[in-house]
């Protein structure tokens, strides 16, 4: 291989090693279903500290830790959670070392958001970071290792596509169920976007709204973050054992069937659970 092929293979592994989290129109989709949950004291308070950046709504900021400087090898870490796949439960010093991982993370900032001796800068910053994770621990690849940084080393070819299982969730799959596409430097049609989080909200049965709606949420934080993980942990099983052994033309017609259902209840899940952190910690 020329040095000129191993500089770019390099440079691809790099930029692969980066990607975490829903893309960012998952992100998007979960803060709009979350914003329209808003009671109307806690949507005041969101644009307020919003307005301090030129912003005005919670997609503008879902994406941010992915997106702006704070992404460095020491906040990486914080975007997942890595239980072992063949394992039930978390285990706080297995799983999350130093406090390093999504769970602990939510606590601390849906806590530093509900502190208003905090300056609003510094409970700006904590919501951006809060409804970025709470977005990412719903991806079940984000819960989820097996040795394999949560899907990112099993490669593979997604509609044409070289890529990689845990990037297809973030993306591809809702992408392609949702006929949305992202453009250059992350960026997506905002109206698209907005009108397929109506959709999917409207969707939503009663029976899944009453139970995601419970209130309760940011009074037990720990647990609430740790009970999410383990429920999107124990999707992640799905992703690897749906891959088929042969991937024959058109296998992933086949595995979109089986795993959009899933992927999609926890967009759904996820933006009515942190309309509920939300309206929880700014009242
Ligand atoms: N890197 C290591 N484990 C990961 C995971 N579960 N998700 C994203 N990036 C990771
Ligand atoms: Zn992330
Ligand atoms: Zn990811």
Not at 63 to 73: A, G, I, Y
Not at 102 to 122: E, F, G, M, P
Not at 243 to 249: G, I, T
Request: hydrophobic residues 40%; glycine residues 4%; charged residues 15%.
């Amino acid at each position: 291989m020329s040095n000129y092929s191993i500089t770019m293979l390099l440079s691809l592994l790099l930029v692969n090693s980066t990607a975490s989290a829903w893309g960012p129109e998952g992100h998007a989709i979960v803060a709009d279903i979350a914003e329209a949950h808003l009671n109307a004291v806690a949507q005041n308070e969101v644009r307020a500290l919003l307005a301090q950046e030129g912003n005005s709504n919670l997609d503008d900021i879902a994406s941010w830790p992915d997106q702006s400087p704070p992404k460095t090898p020491q906040t990486a870490p914080w975007h997942y959670v890595d239980i072992p796949l063949e394992e039930s439960q978390y285990n706080a010093n297995r799983d999350c070392p130093q406090s390093s991982c999504v769970v602990a993370k939510i606590s601390t900032y849906a806590q530093k958001l509900a502190d208003t001796s905090l300056d609003n800068r510094s409970r700006l910053e904590a919501l951006k970071w809060l409804v970025h994770f709470i977005g990412d621990i719903h991806q079940p690849l984000h819960a989820e290792n097996r040795n394999d940084r949560g899907g990112n080393q099993v490669s593979l070819t997604y509609y044409d596509k070289n890529t990689n299982l845990h990037s297809i969730w973030d993306g591809a799959i809702l992408e392609h169920a949702l006929n949305l596409h992202l453009g250059p430097h992350f960026s997506f049609n905002h109206a698209l976007v907005r009108q397929a989080a109506t959709d999917l909200d409207n969707a939503i049965s009663n029976e899944d709204r009453n139970t995601w709606s419970q209130s309760g949420l940011l009074n037990s934080i720990d647990n609430t973050a740790v009970t999410w993980a383990e429920e999107s942990h124990a999707l992640a099983g799905i992703a690897y054992n749906s891959l088929p052994s042969v991937m024959n033309d058109h296998w992933e017609d086949n595995y979109q069937a089986t795993v959009w259902p899933v992927a999609r209840k926890q967009l759904q899940k996820a933006g009515l659970r942190l309309s509920v952190v939300l309206n929880e910690a700014l009242q």
